[in-house]
């Protein structure tokens, strides 16, 4: 039985990277085996991510985004070239697509935080590329909607191609954004496997961490060959060379090539460390942590008539439980900032994900306005984002969920706010 009690000393912070002493040890080792930076490490996470997900090749890189901007390299993406994200993420979503010179077309989400289907069908255009879906919070996108979309022969049909890359496709490629879904499962498999190509993200808030850090999954279809096609993006996340800094340290390797105008985002060793001591219990332990704050949180506020609960396990999908977006019936936005600070004010770190791209500056002085993307505006007014970490004790959630549910009672009475 929980004893529900609140206590003084308790400080909530909103995602502490998980270290423990195999993370420790994991880091040592590499830093005492002569070698830092990317490296047999690097390669050994590359294997993990790649048994655990089950698609052919991953390369790790040094973030979610620069994995996204070396994929839109290997696409041939330009000027004039549309990519569809949803209006609902986190910036680095369109801004990846901006890099690359190509145009971000944003459509607003479902209800449950997703690309809407129906909207992203309506925003193919010729000029359409790629697709960025994104798994908010854990939560995999409805692929089969969306690969039924993209292969329909109508979609097909009107797609213009660039290069040769694009014409093998013959349809706008879907990349998955799953900064938050390492771990998430799609009708029994990975989710990673719904895709083309998925990106997590490693970084340090991330499930699991490389401090910063990406992996750039390859489930191609025929006839590309997922092999070369790594070993492609392998060389260009490093200035184009043809051998890494590894193999020319190795005596006698010194000679080497530069083919293409590559970028520099590989991983370090050193990163990787942190990686593979996390992954190595993922499953087993911090997984299983995860849904424990999670479903704490489900059976508290399951029973709260003002409580909107986050989408976590459906026929086809289950979540990584990255964060619990809680949403709060009938506020307002002021509302809900009162909330989080009243948390705050607690020692709880609470958040919001995400302020949707249309409010962002950068994006208002490019056009887009929060007024097309009425359900994004209408999620984001009212949802408080739970940390959700496996070091997170019960005794802390329930502090986190009767703090929660007093701030909640005091803003609804107050009528000034
Ligand atoms: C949905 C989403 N996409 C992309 C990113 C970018 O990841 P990174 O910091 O590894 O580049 C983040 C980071 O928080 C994210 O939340």
Redesign the pocket.
């Known amino acids: 039985m929980i004893v529900r009690k609140t206590t003084e000393s308790i400080k909530i912070p909103f995602s502490p990277p998980y270290i423990d002493m195999d993370v420790i040890l994991e880091v040592t080792e590499s830093l005492q085996s002569g070698w830092i930076t990317t490296g047999p490490k690097v390669k050994e996470l590359e294997q993990m991510i790649a048994t655990m997900t089950g698609v052919s090749n991953v390369l790790c890189v040094?973030?979610?985004?620069?994995?996204?901007i070396l994929t839109m390299k290997w696409l041939g993406l330009g000027e004039g070239d549309e990519v569809i994200v949803p209006a609902y993420?986190?910036?680095?979503?369109a801004l990846?697509v901006m890099h690359a010179g190509a145009t971000p077309v944003m459509v607003d989400v479902l209800d449950d935080f997703t690309i809407d289907p129906d909207k992203l069908r309506n925003a193919i255009t010729p000029r359409t590329k790629a697709i960025i879906s994104?798994?908010?919070a854990g939560w995999p996108c409805d692929y089969d909607s969306i690969n039924a979309i993209l292969h329909a022969p109508e979609i097909k049909s009107q797609f213009t191609s660039a290069n040769e890359v694009q014409a093998t496709f013959g349809r706008p490629v879907l990349i998955s954004?799953a900064?938050?879904s390492l771990g998430a499962m799609y009708q029994g498999k990975a989710a990673a496997c719904a895709s083309d190509i998925t990106?997590f993200?490693?970084?340090a808030?991330?499930n699991v961490t490389t401090a910063?850090?990406?992996a750039i999954c390859l489930n191609l279809p025929a006839p590309f060959d997922n092999e070369e096609i790594y070993k492609w993006l392998r060389l260009n996340a490093l200035n184009g060379q043809t051998k890494d800094a590894f193999t020319k340290s190795q005596g006698g390797g010194w000679r080497y090539d530069i083919v293409s105008d590559g970028l520099k985002v590989n991983m370090p060793d050193i990163c990787a460390a942190i990686g593979v001591a996390q992954l190595k219990k993922y499953e087993s332990q911090l997984m299983p942590e995860r849904k424990r704050v999670f479903e704490h949180y489900l059976s508290f506020f399951n029973m709260k008539n003002w409580a909107i609960i986050p989408a976590f396990e459906d026929a086809d999908r289950t979540s990584s439980y990255h964060l619990f977006l809680l949403r709060i019936k009938n506020i307002t936005e002021t509302q809900r900032d009162t909330i989080i600070k009243k948390l705050a004010d607690k020692d709880i770190a609470t958040n919001v994900?995400?302020i949707p791209m249309p409010m962002l500056t950068l994006f208002k002085n490019m056009g887009y306005d929060i007024n097309d993307y009425p359900r994004s505006y209408a999620n984001y007014t009212c949802e408080i984002s739970l940390p959700v970490y496996p070091q997170l004790t019960n005794e802390e959630c329930v502090y986190l969920e009767d703090a929660l549910e007093q701030a909640y009672n005091e803003v609804i009475n107050d009528a000034t706010i």
């Open positions: 040094n973030s979610w985004t620069s994995g996204a993420t986190y910036a680095a979503t990846s994104v798994d908010i954004d900064a938050h990106i993200s490693l970084h808030v991330k910063e850090g990406g994900h995400f």
